[in-house]
């Protein structure tokens, strides 16, 4: 079968949704957004008061996902879970990754609760969209862009090169928040 399943990645607040409409875009690919879809198709187990969220029914958005992706061919998906996804499916996973603090800044200005603030920034430091996408898709298929600083469009022209391989990037290598921050600066997100 002829198709290409292109999935941006990462944690709420840095940038997924922007960058795939965009990538969409450029590409002439349909464009998802996983939550959205949840929401909208009414594909939810139920909401967690705790977390302030949705929960997913997993099944029922996968198999929805596996439709459009049968209908479009052409996909660019754009979630925070890339890991519920079937790995046969996908060709890529780009990984948007922000500056911790930035990140929280972002996610304070969308008037968040501090314990879902800290809870994703968290999540950022500690790599988990990453991780999780490498244990799901293997590390060929995952590239992480640090786009701390940078424009849709300087970011649209990485994962150009990465689709084209024509670029620097190593797959499966990880941005290390760890090495950068300062051990109080980390604990101060726990939850």
């Given at each position: 079968?002829?198709?290409?399943?292109?999935?941006?990645?990462?944690?709420?607040?840095?940038?997924?949704?922007?960058?795939?409409?965009?990538?969409?875009?450029?590409f002439?690919?349909?464009?998802?957004?996983?939550?959205?879809?949840?929401?909208?198709?009414?594909?939810?187990?139920?909401?967690?008061?705790?977390?302030?969220?949705?929960?997913?029914?997993?099944t029922?958005?996968?198999?929805?996902?596996?439709?459009?992706?049968?209908?479009?061919?052409?996909?660019?998906?754009?979630?925070?879970?890339?890991?519920?996804?079937?790995?046969?499916i996908?060709?890529?996973?780009?990984?948007?990754?922000?500056?911790?603090?930035?990140?929280?800044?972002?996610?304070?200005?969308?008037?968040?609760?501090?314990?879902?603030?800290?809870?994703?920034?968290?999540?950022?430091?500690?790599?988990i969209?990453?991780?999780?996408?490498?244990?799901?898709?293997?590390?060929?298929?995952v590239?992480?862009?640090d786009v701390?600083?940078?424009?849709?469009?300087?970011?649209?022209?990485?994962?150009?090169?990465?689709?084209?391989?024509?670029?620097?990037h190593?797959?499966?290598?990880?941005?290390?928040?760890?090495?950068?921050?300062?051990?109080?600066?980390?604990?101060?997100?726990?939850?």
């Amino acid at each position: 079968m002829n198709r290409k399943v292109i999935v941006i990645a990462g944690t709420p607040g840095v940038g997924k949704t922007s960058v795939s409409e965009r990538l969409a875009s450029v590409f002439g690919y349909r464009y998802v957004n996983l939550s959205k879809l949840a929401i909208e198709k009414n594909l939810l187990s139920h909401y967690d008061e705790d977390r302030q969220t949705y929960v997913i029914d997993e099944t029922s958005l996968v198999n929805e996902v596996l439709r459009i992706i049968n209908e479009y061919k052409y996909v660019v998906i754009d979630t925070h879970y890339p890991e519920i996804l079937p790995p046969d499916i996908v060709d890529l996973v780009i990984v948007l990754r922000l500056n911790p603090f930035i990140l929280e800044n972002k996610l304070r200005e969308r008037g968040w609760s501090g314990r879902k603030v800290n809870e994703n920034v968290m999540a950022e430091i500690l790599s988990i969209v990453t991780v999780n996408a490498i244990e799901r898709f293997g590390e060929n298929k995952v590239f992480e862009i640090d786009v701390t600083g940078r424009t849709v469009d300087e970011i649209i022209e990485i994962i150009i090169d990465i689709v084209e391989n024509k670029c620097k990037h190593t797959p499966g290598q990880i941005i290390d928040w760890l090495t950068v921050l300062k051990p109080e600066e980390i604990t101060r997100y726990e939850y």
